[in-house]
C-alpha cells in the first residue's frame, strides 16, 4: 500500500554548520533531502572539505537553485554553473 510521506525542511531532523553556510535535512523516503543555506564566497573546498576528510563530495546529488547561482566542479574536471531561472 502506498502511502504519503510530508517533511519539512523548516523543522530539519539535523543541522550542519560550517563558515559560511548551513546544511538542514529530512529523511524522506529512504533518502536525505537536504536544503544549504550558503553565503557569497563559501566553497566546498575551504568550507566542507575540512569536516569531511575527501578531496571531492562523495554523495550523490541532485539539486535545485532557488536564489543566486551554484558553480560546480566535477571531479573528472568537467564544470558547470547553475543560474535560477
Known amino acids: 500500500m502506498s502511502r504519503v510521506e510530508v517533511r519539512d525542511l523548516g523543522e530539519p531532523e539535523a543541522v550542519v554548520n560550517y563558515p559560511l553556510g548551513a546544511t538542514y535535512q529530512v529523511r524522506l523516503a529512504q533518502t536525505v533531502i537536504s536544503r544549504h543555506v550558503l553565503q557569497p564566497g563559501w566553497s566546498w573546498k575551504e568550507h566542507a572539505q575540512p569536516s569531511v576528510g575527501t578531496s571531492s563530495c562523495e554523495l550523490y546529488h541532485r539539486g535545485v ?16 554553473s547553475a543560474p535560477t531561472r
Do not use: E, F, Q
Open 65 to 80: 537553485v532557488l536564489s543566486g547561482r551554484m558553480g560546480i566542479l566535477m571531479r573528472v574536471r568537467s564544470s558547470s
